[in-house]
Structure formats: structure tokens, C-alpha cells
């Protein structure tokens, strides 16, 4: 059972910035971001950049937009500041360096000189007698004098902290209750690389006591590294925060979410055109439920709703097509006037120009029930912007009959004469002809919207002509049944 919620809770987000921010990075700052507004606490934006090897070059910057676009605000972080900053871990050595020399003098870490040749022989070694990975503690043991000795010579090294050899540690999880593991499935962590940066286990206790974080919502796979972290606050004699380990996003075949089976950046679906609030929506479910049926909420009412009790152990399936059901009914809810900035930049992409607001606003309402992204809305309906100018012969054969061509001329002569043209008069037009020559509509309806379209399947036919309005819609007759005439 989850504990009371004082004031004073502080959570933070703590991404990587070795690339794009993954979907389950989004989950995570999300959970922290609704826990903390949930409870009248404070969200940090912490940047872990320790690993140099790694970092890809702005995606800082990317990480800091994406988040932005999803609507998670962040209180303290690198572009807010803050009273415990740096914010940035590359900003922060000299106090991992302090804590790391803290932890050898009281005999909780130790220099390890051995060289990567010795290290790779050992993997080679264990694994060919097929035993467990793991650091065999050659330098754990060695004096004090020996190490100062190495030291003085300039000899590379690490610092490991020192774990327990026998028994084992239970510590508790919001989400799993009890996790006790044996300490002898863990080796002798490394704590300050030979770069001199510090890995994650000692940066990230070290920061979350000194930024004060009470609650540490992160992913699963933190979960084996947790005993390390708990070690570590005992060693240093500071307050362990509340811990709470996300259950992993699983592919719809139960395996863990990669980018080998599909999108995974959140990057990706904003190119493809998903609603932020839509995608907020889909990913809170991912883990975590509201105690009913419901399925769609604002962000206001997640963070009203949610609760740490109610995010599940096991893993959550990442089903596109319930995102792109969410998707769409957020776009079928939104207005004209909401939907149109969002696909202006689309239409330019594609040199779509010309085109009135009002005209694009049109567009929108009579096509939005369609679109599942918002990339949809230009390429579902091109026909708006370009008369079509080929037809598939295969569409022309399943449309037309014999006397099409004589039925369609005849069509285009009444709406020639047609007085105003809207949908409700084009379409009485249509279907009082069909019932002059005693034939069924969809004779003249399927060929009209091939005509008109230059495709088979679309939006209401009779509203897209008065969109198009009557001259382009005649145009567009004439035109095709010289075209058809080549076919039938």
C-alpha cells in the first residue's frame, strides 16, 4: 500500500541524451509528471550525460521539445533552473568525485586497476565455463599502500563500490511490494569510470539525495540495479526514497518494444501526425487504469485520477491501432478552426498553395471523420487540390457500363443547368434521373465519383462537388468521360 502523501514530494525525469526519447521515456516523465501534480509536488528535468561515448549531439534539445509538445512542464531542469542545479550531470564531477573518495575512505569502494585485456579475458574465461558474467573482485583486497603506489605511477583505473559477498536485500516497491535479492547475483559495481565520469548508480544517488527526490518512478529494467542504489544510501547514511519500477512496453507479440518491430520515438509519431493529447491519453493507459471503462482523458483528468496503486506489475502491450483509434476521435472532436494550422505545414511540404482558409476549413469537417492522422487530410484528399488526370482502367471497367458515357453526358447537362449547386440539389438531381430511366443511383453514382475523384472510395460524394463547386465539377465530368470513352 502506497503511503500518505506529505508536501514536499519531488520526482524527477532523468533521460539519457544518447537519442531520440523513446515512447516508455514519455510514460516515465508522464507517471512522474501526474504524480507530482497529483500531490502539489515539484517535477525536475534532470539530464544524465555522463556517458560521453554516447551522446548524439542535440538531443538535449530534443528530448527538452519533445516534452513540450506533449504537454509535460517541467519546474526545475537545465532551461528553468532551479535551486539544486547544475542540471546537467557533465556539470556535476567534482561532487561524484567527493562522494566516490567519501565511500573509499570508509572502506565502501576501492581502486581497481585491472586492465580491459584482463577484464575481456575473464568474460571469455566464464563464459566458456559457462558461468555468470561478472567481476571476479581481483582488486578488491589490494592495500592501501599498493593502491597508492599504481596511483602514483598514473595507472588507469576504476572505482568499485564494495557489495556484500553473502545474504541477501529486500527493499519495497510501490508497485511490487517486497523485492528481496541475493546479493551474491551482483558483482562490484563500478562507480567512477576510467574517464573519470561517474556511471549511473553512483550519479544518480548522489543527485537524487542532494535534489531531495522522495519518490523514484523509473522503468523495470532499474529494478536488478535498485539493491546497488539502496546499498549505496546506506552506506552514506541518507534517506531512502520511495521506490516504484514501471512494468516494460511489450510489441503485440510480448516482446519487449524496439525499434526493430515498429516507431518507438516520440519524434516519430509527431511526423506522422498524432495529436500530443491523444498520444498523452494512449500512453497513460499503457500500465496504468482507471478502476472503469473509461478511455479517453484530458491531461487534467489524468492527473486527477492517477494513482501509483493502479499501475500494474506486468507488462502493457503497445497496440498502434488503439492509438490510432484515440487519434481519431480527438481529431473528430476538434473544430476547423484547431485542425487547419496543424495542416498547413503538411500542405506546404507538398507545395499545396492557393487555397482559401475557408475553402481548407470546408476540407476538414467534411473529411475529418476519415482521418486518423493529420497527414491524412492531404493525402486521403488530394482531389481538392489537383483535378485527377489519369484513371485506373481497372476502376474504369468496375464503374462503367456500355452506356455510361451517353448516361454521364446527359448528368452533366442537367447539373449544367442546376440552380444553386450544393450536395442536397446535386444529389436530388442525380438520383430523380436514376429513377426517370428506371435504374438503380449507384449506376451513375460510381462513375460520377471516379469522375470527380479519380478514385473509388472517399469522402460524401454530393458535398465534395459543392466544395469543389459547379464549374470544377463539370470540368472534371467532361474530362472524364473523354478518358473513359479510351476504356469502355
Given at each position: 500500500m502506497q503511503k500518505k502523501i506529505e508536501n514536499g514530494v519531488r520526482v524527477r525525469f532523468a533521460p539519457s541524451p544518447t537519442g531520440y526519447l523513446h515512447v516508455g521515456g514519455l510514460r516515465t516523465a508522464l507517471y512522474n509528471y501526474l504524480f507530482a501534480k497529483k500531490n502539489s509536488g515539484t517535477l525536475v528535468l534532470r539530464i544524465e550525460d555522463t556517458d560521453q561515448s554516447r551522446e548524439v549531439a542535440g538531443a538535449t534539445d530534443v528530448i527538452i521539445n519533445d516534452l513540450h509538445w506533449a504537454g509535460i512542464t517541467c519546474d526545475e531542469g537545465p532551461t528553468i533552473?532551479?535551486?539544486?542545479?547544475?542540471?546537467?550531470?557533465?556539470?556535476?564531477?567534482?561532487?561524484?568525485?567527493?562522494?566516490?573518495?567519501?565511500?573509499?575512505?570508509?572502506?565502501?569502494?576501492?581502486?581497481?586497476?585491472?586492465?580491459?585485456?584482463?577484464?575481456?579475458?575473464?568474460?571469455?574465461?566464464?563464459?566458456?565455463?559457462?558461468?555468470?558474467?561478472?567481476?571476479?573482485?581481483?582488486?578488491?583486497?589490494?592495500?592501501?599502500?599498493?593502491?597508492?603506489?599504481?596511483?602514483?605511477?598514473?595507472?588507469?583505473?576504476?572505482?568499485?563500490?564494495?557489495?556484500?559477498?553473502?545474504?541477501?536485500?529486500?527493499?519495497?516497491?510501490?508497485?511490487?511490494?517486497?523485492?528481496?535479492?541475493?546479493?551474491?547475483?551482483?558483482?562490484?559495481?563500478?562507480?567512477?569510470?576510467?574517464?573519470?565520469?561517474?556511471?549511473?548508480?553512483?550519479?544518480?544517488?548522489?543527485?537524487?539525495?542532494?535534489?531531495?527526490?522522495?519518490?523514484?518512478?523509473?522503468?523495470?529494467?532499474?529494478?536488478?540495479?535498485?539493491?546497488?542504489?539502496?546499498?549505496?544510501?546506506?552506506?552514506?547514511?541518507?534517506?531512502?526514497?520511495?521506490?516504484?519500477?514501471?512494468?516494460?512496453?511489450?510489441?503485440?507479440?510480448?516482446?519487449?518494444?524496439?525499434?526493430?518491430?515498429?516507431?518507438?520515438?516520440?519524434?516519430?509519431?509527431?511526423?506522422?501526425?498524432?495529436?500530443?493529447?491523444?498520444?498523452?491519453?494512449?500512453?497513460?493507459?499503457?500500465?496504468?487504469?482507471?478502476?472503469?471503462?473509461?478511455?479517453?482523458?484530458?491531461?487534467?483528468?489524468?492527473?486527477?485520477?492517477?494513482?501509483?496503486?493502479?499501475?500494474?506489475?506486468?507488462?502493457?502491450?503497445?497496440?498502434?491501432?488503439?492509438?490510432?483509434?484515440?487519434?481519431?476521435?480527438?481529431?473528430?472532436?476538434?473544430?476547423?478552426?484547431?485542425?487547419?494550422?496543424?495542416?498547413?505545414?503538411?500542405?506546404?511540404?507538398?507545395?499545396?498553395?492557393?487555397?482559401?482558409d475557408e475553402y481548407l476549413k470546408q476540407i476538414i469537417d467534411l473529411t475529418k471523420d476519415r482521418a486518423v492522422t493529420l497527414p491524412d487530410f492531404v493525402d486521403l484528399n488530394l482531389f481538392f487540390f489537383t483535378a485527377p488526370t489519369t484513371f485506373d482502367p481497372v476502376d474504369i471497367k468496375k464503374s462503367c457500363k456500355t452506356d455510361t458515357l451517353e448516361l454521364m453526358s446527359a448528368l452533366e447537362q442537367k447539373y449544367a443547368a442546376l440552380e444553386p449547386f450544393d450536395a442536397g440539389t446535386a444529389e436530388h438531381t442525380l438520383r430523380a434521373y436514376a429513377q426517370e430511366l428506371g435504374i438503380g443511383a449507384g449506376k451513375l453514382l460510381q462513375p460520377l465519383r471516379l469522375a470527380i475523384t479519380g478514385i473509388t472510395q472517399g469522402p460524401a460524394l454530393f458535398h465534395t462537388m459543392e466544395i469543389l463547386g459547379k464549374e470544377e465539377s463539370l470540368r472534371r465530368i467532361n474530362f472524364a468521360c473523354e478518358n473513359f470513352e479510351k476504356i469502355i
Open positions: 533552473g532551479g535551486e539544486y542545479g547544475p542540471y546537467l550531470q557533465s556539470q556535476r564531477l567534482d561532487i561524484y568525485h567527493k562522494y566516490a573518495q567519501q565511500l573509499i575512505d570508509e572502506g565502501h569502494a576501492y581502486y581497481c586497476f585491472c586492465t580491459t585485456e584482463r577484464l575481456e579475458s575473464l568474460r571469455s574465461a566464464q563464459q566458456a565455463a559457462h558461468v555468470p558474467p561478472g567481476y571476479d573482485r581481483h582488486c578488491r583486497e589490494l592495500s592501501k599502500q599498493d593502491a597508492q603506489d599504481l596511483l602514483a605511477k598514473k595507472t588507469p583505473y576504476v572505482i568499485r563500490m564494495k557489495l556484500p559477498l553473502t545474504g541477501q536485500i529486500t527493499f519495497n516497491d510501490l508497485i511490487r511490494g517486497e523485492v528481496t535479492i541475493a546479493w551474491k547475483a551482483l558483482d562490484d559495481q563500478v562507480l567512477i569510470k576510467s574517464d573519470g565520469f561517474p556511471t549511473y548508480h553512483l550519479a544518480v544517488v548522489v543527485d537524487d539525495h542532494l535534489i531531495g527526490i522522495t519518490h523514484v518512478i523509473r522503468g523495470e529494467e532499474w529494478l536488478p540495479s535498485t539493491p546497488k542504489h539502496v546499498l549505496l544510501y546506506q552506506y552514506f547514511g541518507w534517506q531512502l526514497p520511495e521506490f516504484a519500477h514501471l512494468p516494460l512496453l511489450l510489441n503485440p507479440d510480448r516482446s519487449k518494444l524496439s525499434k526493430r518491430q515498429g516507431d518507438v520515438s516520440v519524434g516519430d509519431y509527431r511526423i506522422k501526425g498524432y495529436l500530443p493529447a491523444a498520444v498523452i491519453n494512449f500512453i497513460a493507459l499503457l500500465g496504468w487504469n482507471p478502476g472503469d471503462t473509461r478511455e479517453i482523458f484530458t491531461l487534467k483528468e489524468l492527473v486527477h485520477e492517477f494513482s501509483l496503486e493502479r499501475v500494474g506489475k506486468s507488462g502493457a502491450v503497445f497496440d498502434i491501432q488503439k492509438l490510432n483509434w484515440l487519434n481519431q476521435q480527438y481529431l473528430v472532436k476538434m473544430s476547423a478552426e484547431e485542425i487547419l494550422p496543424l495542416i498547413q505545414p503538411l500542405l506546404a511540404q507538398k507545395n499545396i498553395t492557393g487555397f482559401s
